[in-house]
């Protein structure tokens, strides 16, 4: 399958009120969604999160939107975080992504995990998961 993706994606936690995973990574997102984080940042876009639910992020002034689904027709919770603060989050995930120590190992052991679940081979699995991750560009 070409378009073999990893799937799942952060999730944003109201831990100070709620509790409500305000983004969830729906059943079709992907891994590399983390970039359309920059997209919201940057006030150019809207990020949606897969489906079931609908999570979508938006920027707002100094402030990004978070929808817990936005197909939700009787009004979703939503809450709002300050723009630096996710900023530094998203900066912080990157950055644990360019610090992986060996990303050879972490793909390999991916591929081990993938023949433990056929049909799936670890080939197309292992090139998913670094597309996703924006693996293959790194050193």
């Known amino acids: 399958m070409p378009d073999l993706f990893a799937t799942d994606g952060p999730r944003v936690t109201d831990t100070t009120t709620t509790g409500t995973d305000f983004v969830e990574p729906g ?9 359309d984080w920059l997209d919201v940042l940057d006030g150019t876009g809207c990020a949606h999160f897969g489906h079931d639910p609908s999570s979508t992020a938006e920027r707002v002034d100094d402030t990004v939107r978070l929808t817990h689904d936005a197909c939700w027709t009787d009004g979703s919770p939503v809450t709002g975080l300050p723009a630096d603060q996710v900023r530094r989050r998203v900066a912080d995930a ?5 610090d992986l120590q060996d990303l050879q190992d972490f793909l390999g052991l991916a591929g081990a995990r993938a023949e433990q679940h056929p049909p799936a081979p670890a080939a197309p699995v292992t090139a998913a998961l670094a597309r996703a991750l924006d693996l293959e560009s790194s050193p």
Do not use: S
Request: glycine share 14%.
């Open 94 to 98: 990157q950055q644990d992504l360019q």
């Open 27 to 35: 059943r079709c997102n992907g891994l590399g969604t983390w970039r």
